[in-house]
């Protein structure tokens, strides 16, 4: 079935670090990749999203690439704040889910910033 | 627009007791679902309702049950709550297609001792 697998963390960067967090993922076809933060005592938001290979999605300076050669989708920031302090989601959803849409999650990988 | 809401935010159960969990979305979604975090394990779908008048199991249903009351709001009932079931419960919503997003309510913090 499918699976999304990404970097365990925690990452613990200081405060103007670059960011990557790996995402690679196993799935039939050409499936729909999100990442989605998830802020301390709060839900899941969507962050950015990719619906076809070689697409990036961006959004509050991060980036994210669908690679289907690969089968990754590695989420990047030039300078990361404090404010970025979260756990992040690599999804998929893949296109013949039906009436709904069907999301595969990874574990998550929290991220801590520091002054 | 509220987006997704959930109550309650927190609750402590005995063992054996039951309860239920209340989400609504003010969206217009076809789609609702239920999932359960625990550490470790990212998310994992307890039960999902396709359109208002469906519902089917998840990855994870065992100890559960729902109800899909209208199109805005979606029920998860613990009939005889467990320590195992001890976890943070989020609903979420999205419209039909994969590369729909899907927006999350807050989430119920529940203990079962």
């Known amino acids: 079935g499918d699976s999304v697998t990404q970097m365990e963390g925690p990452v613990t960067l200081s405060e103007e670090a670059f960011l990557t967090i790996n995402c690679t993922y196993t799935a039939t076809g050409y499936p729909s990749l999100f990442w989605y933060v998830q802020y301390p005592g709060e839900g899941l938001q969507l962050l950015l999203k990719a619906t076809k290979a070689d697409d990036k999605g961006s959004n509050k300076g991060f980036e994210a690439t669908y690679r289907k050669e690969t089968t990754s989708f590695h989420l990047e920031k030039g300078s990361v704040q404090v404010s970025d302090s979260a756990v992040y989601f690599c999804?998929?959803?893949?296109?013949?889910?039906?009436?709904?849409?069907?999301?595969?999650f990874g574990t998550g990988t929290k991220l801590q910033v520091i002054p | 627009n509220a987006g997704v809401t959930q109550t309650p935010k927190f609750q402590v159960l005995k063992t054996g007791q039951s309860m239920t969990l209340q989400c609504a979305q003010d969206?217009?979604?076809?789609?609702m679902y239920w999932y359960r975090q625990d550490p470790g394990m990212g998310l994992r779908l307890i039960y999902y309702?396709?359109?208002?008048?469906t519902t089917d199991k998840g990855e994870v249903p065992n100890g559960y049950n729902v109800s899909r009351l209208n199109k805005r709001e979606f029920s998860l009932r613990l009939e005889s709550a467990a320590p195992s079931q001890t976890s943070v419960y989020f609903c979420?919503?999205?419209?039909w297609g994969s590369g729909n997003e899907q927006f999350f309510g807050p989430g119920t913090r529940l203990t079962v001792l």
């Open positions: 999804a998929l959803s893949p296109r013949n889910s039906g009436g709904y849409q069907k999301v595969t």
């Open positions: 309702s396709a359109s208002e008048g």
């Open positions: 979420a919503s999205s419209n």
């Open positions: 969206m217009n979604h076809n789609s």
